[in-house]
């Protein structure tokens, strides 16, 4: 499993994740991500590259746009359409404005898989989510909770710092974490506040929290992205050990931060994992593999689907300083 050098135009770039020539009859699958250049799907992409290794007969192309706008997701999917892939696996920008874009492509036989940030069901026939939301919820406010109790303070003010305002599954976490919020007294939520998945703009959002916020005790950042930004804005104000940042993200990118003392503890699922599975089932749905409310994910087991075809693939798991630089090696 190799980092692929990505190769951007102004708008949209893309790597073969086999190797050697593609033969004819390969079952494409256009694996597109929020952005390209980000850590989680950068792993996530390692992981189709496995999934297609194993399955022998798959060419996975992974794209997406520069930056995190559907607009971009949708030009790359119309080149992917272009390309008569056989199937598109997305992770998505906009819950309802990949749908006209990916209707076309299943109208023309492509068979269309969400997972990580899920579209509306109409643009797709199965969304594979990392692990249930409300899991991930409690998560992270048990999480912040940890946090708030390790700067000494019984009571705080947090703040959410996360993604893009559309973004599907961030919406959904923020929503189940606001349904736990009123079994934690001791839990102020001051304001929720939008990075868009960039370092410069999450970092100055998490700077601007801390200077609005004086009683701020700890920043929820449920993105790999933001939760770095974050400790690094903790860390440059001097507020190690004063606010604490928890949330979601890679072992790899935050290990430093919990040796600094900026993060005590966070979670993520495996992000290779998740590349493997939703390369998995979208494989599978192009070799009509699918039986009724289940479909095959190799190594990973059987997808359970409900009513709508959304499927949870783990529960989200605990870093700390007793495991982090383990995972850091992996992930």
Not at 116 to 134: C, F, K, M, Q, Y
Not at 267 to 277: C, E, R, V
């Amino acid at each position: 499993m190799v980092l692929k050098k990505l190769m951007a135009s102004a708008v949209v770039a893309a790597t073969l994740a086999t190797s050697g020539l593609a033969q004819a009859d390969d079952v494409r699958i256009g694996l597109v991500v929020k952005a390209l250049g980000i850590g989680f799907f950068e792993a996530a992409n390692k992981g189709a590259q496995t999934a297609a290794k194993e399955l022998g007969d798959v060419q996975v192309i992974y794209t997406g746009p520069t930056s995190t706008t559907a607009e971009g997701q949708i030009e790359v999917i119309n080149s992917l359409v272009a390309q008569k892939v056989d199937a598109i696996a997305v992770s998505a920008n906009d819950t309802d404005a990949l749908v006209p874009i990916l209707k076309k492509a299943q109208q023309r036989g492509i068979k269309v898989v969400s997972w990580d940030s899920g579209v509306a069901t109409d643009g797709r026939e199965i969304h594979l989510n990392p692990s249930s939301n409300d899991l991930i919820g409690q998560m992270c406010i048990t999480l912040a909770d940890e946090a708030l109790k390790a700067t000494g303070a019984e009571q705080g003010d947090i703040a959410i710092l996360s993604a893009t305002p559309t973004s599907t599954n961030q919406n959904i976490w923020i929503e189940e974490m606001k349904k736990v919020l009123p079994q934690y007294a001791n839990l102020n939520l001051v304001a929720t506040v939008y990075g868009d998945d960039l370092a410069d703009k999450s970092y100055r959002e998490a700077v601007g929290l801390l200077k609005s916020y004086p009683d701020l005790k700890v920043i929820v950042a449920p993105t790999s992205v933001g939760i770095v930004a974050a400790a690094q804005a903790v860390q440059d104000q001097g507020l190690t050990g004063k606010v604490y940042v928890t949330g979601l993200g890679l072992p790899s990118e935050l290990a430093g931060h919990v040796d600094a003392g900026t993060v005590k503890s966070f979670a993520i699922w495996n992000p290779i994992d998740l590349g493997y599975s939703a390369t998995m089932i979208a494989y599978n749905l192009v070799k009509g593999n699918r039986n009724g409310d289940t479909i095959d994910m190799g190594n990973m087991g059987i997808a359970h689907l409900d009513k709508e075809g959304n499927a949870a693939m783990a529960k989200p798991f605990v870093y700390n300083a007793s495991n982090v630089h383990e995972f850091e090696k992996v992930f």
